[in-house]
């Protein structure tokens, strides 16, 4: 690891899957650039921050810290922490390797007896008052004192009554949603399906409403959400003619086994309609759909951005996220 000349004064940690030699790693990267004021990336798993800010409703920013040292030796950080005269009334070190981690890394009870021998003031594992976090990763070691971590409460909604073997997974839900999305925004799902998107958004202090042409569907929506104590918004609709105005488009249209969204009979009726209720949008689609998008209308020029979502081993979906002039 060669630390940058100046280390930024926050970092935040992510947490995302691996399918093979795929990863969500840029939906990760992404979600952290939009929600958490991210300006550079540190390491595989780790980035910099110029200011904190809330990642309560993070999907993959797992924890967000105040940079204390970096380094990338052990011996070198402690001598940081030494030099700097690091110190806590009452503290605890959690340890999180970060894959791929350093090669051959001491076990996390060594690294904490280590660091804190360093550090002015008193371990306590119970009830400390300061949580510093050492991240251990494939360039050093980094040390922060935890500001906040994600509720992950995205894993509460996984399991729902009316389940839909087709929905996207809570956790990408909410990604998307903090892409384009803050709490107290107005968010339209005009294919909602099984209301993942509006299950998420609802916990997230987003004022979401939901629209289905299939009846069965919107049903399905209305139970799963009032299944979780939220109220029903899931109406019947025709995305391809909903017609109103909201802050953000956050939806997975139908495409079926399809893998060129462009030979979805309806694609761009839907695509052109989504355009019209919203400027921000967040749209799934099974193959990088720019052309189609761009398509749509060009008097007012769009910023669209392409994030590949890997769904399994061997089959990729597509995240655009597009931005249109007023």
Known sequence: MTAPAKLPPYFALLSYNVYGKTFERDLAIAECFALANATSVL???????????????????????????????????CSQIASRRVSATDFKIIVKKMPPAV????????????VARHIGGKPRLDA??????????GRGFWLGRIIEESEDRWRLHRVRPMPYMRALPTRVARAMLNLVARP????????????????EAADMGIHAEGFDIAPKMVSASNINLQHFGRAPVARLGDARTLTGRWDAVVTDP???????YADVKDAPDILRNLLSLAPRIAVVTPNPTEPLLVGQDAARPLSVRTIPLPVSRSLTRYIHVVRRSA
Not at 43 to 64: C, K, N, W, Y
Not at 128 to 137: C, G, K, N, Q, S
Not at 184 to 199: E, K, S, Y
């Open 43 to 77: 390491d595989e798993r780790l980035m910099g921050l110029q200011s904190p800010i809330s990642i309560r409703h993070a999907a993959f920013v797992s924890t967000l810290a105040e940079m204390v040292a970096a380094a990338p030796t052990l011996e070198e950080l």
């Open 103 to 114: 090669p051959r890394v001491a076990a996390a009870p060594l690294l904490q007896a280590t």
């Open 128 to 137: 400390p008052t300061d949580r510093l976090l050492l991240a251990v990763t």
């Open 184 to 199: 107290g925004d107005r968010v339209v799902d005009p294919c909602c399906g099984a209301g993942t998107f509006l299950i």
């Open 254 to 260: 139908p495409y079926g086994h399809i893998r060129d």
